[in-house]
């Protein structure tokens, strides 16, 4: 409750001192390039997303410094300044608590809410290959909707259409540009669909469900430790349940993420007599290349683990 509060209070203290920041900003006259248009993401996909179909004609802010998890990310003034100043903020409705609150307090209609364009899926926690489902603890919508090329693809077209309208000069561009990034996504999407069709086991099991969307796409069967929440603490029973299946599923691999603690998967290793590996939810930039590197950097560790042939 401690941590809720401190959140709660740093939340306040950042739009209590919104009017200082706006009004500096705009005596300063904001230090934008004119000739470009000024667009803030909320975090890194939707900055890969903004860059590659904005071209040069775009400036894109991350508010999420790299190396930090978004999930939990409060806005300083300055922040909520770039939010006040954008012409045009692309974000992801429900994810970022912050986020969504600098948007409903001074977005209007320079807001481009990514979940608008592709419904969040409801988290099921353990999602079968053959489609049942076993309910997660908390529940909750399912943000990481990137993880999917295809629905990616379909963001970015609309992303394309509202930079459009913002900077009509360049909206053939814009269009332009997108139906290359969905080309590339097509490819990537064909790579997966080859890559993990024929493995001797379906089952990932990971440290939270962050991988939903990815394993709706190609027929994988997630197996959660936790929730949504990468920080949430599983239970012993929880823990116990996810062993079993593990070695039920003779799991050699149990994956950890980039911008978390591995322990928890570790813990499930060392039960099962499993090694570790990473399987990165690309929330933050990726230590090497852009979005599609991560992607397919993803695709030959889960080829790996399944050992697909």
């Not at 999917?148 to 540009?177: E, Q, V």
Request: aromatic fraction near 4%; hydrophobic fraction near 40%.
């Amino acid at each position: 409750m401690t941590v809720r509060i401190a959140r709660a209070l740093a939340a306040a203290t950042a739009l209590l001192t919104l009017g200082g920041v706006a009004a500096c900003s705009t005596e300063g006259g904001g230090g934008h390039d004119p000739g470009r248009v000024d667009v803030v993401a909320a975090f890194y996909p939707l900055q890969f997303l903004a860059e590659r179909i904005g071209g040069p004609t775009v400036t894109v802010t991350n508010l999420v410094k790299p190396g930090a998890e978004p999930h939990d990310l409060e806005l300083n003034p300055r922040q909520v300044g770039q939010v006040v100043d954008a012409e045009l903020v692309v974000y992801l409705g429900g994810f970022q608590p912050a986020v969504d609150e600098a948007v409903a307090q001074n977005g209007g209609d320079r807001a481009f809410d990514v979940a608008d364009v592709q419904p969040l899926r409801a988290d099921a926690g353990h999602r079968h290959a053959d489609g049942t489902e076993h309910e997660a603890d908390g529940g909750g919508r399912d943000p990481h909707v990137w993880l999917d090329p295809g629905r990616l693809a379909t963001i970015g077209d609309r992303l394309a259409d509202r930079l459009g309208r913002a900077d009509p000069a360049h909206a053939a561009d814009y269009t332009s540009r997108a139906t290359a990034l969905r080309t590339d996504l097509a490819r990537l999407d064909g790579e997966y669909a080859e890559g993990l069709r024929n493995c001797q086991r379906r089952e990932i099991v990971t440290s939270h469900t962050a991988f939903g969307y990815l394993s709706d796409r190609y027929h994988l069967d997630q197996i959660g430790v936790t929730g949504l929440s990468p920080e949430a603490e599983p239970s012993p029973k929880r823990l116990t349940a996810v062993a079993a299946e593990a070695r039920a599923h003779r799991a050699t691999t149990i994956f950890f993420e980039t911008l978390v603690s591995p322990k928890v998967a570790e813990t499930v290793a060392r039960e099962v007599g499993a090694r570790t590996a990473v399987l990165d939810p690309i929330e933050g930039p990726p230590a090497e290349g852009d979005y599609l590197a991560a992607m397919r950097t993803n695709l030959q560790t889960l080829r790996t683990a399944l050992d697909c042939s």
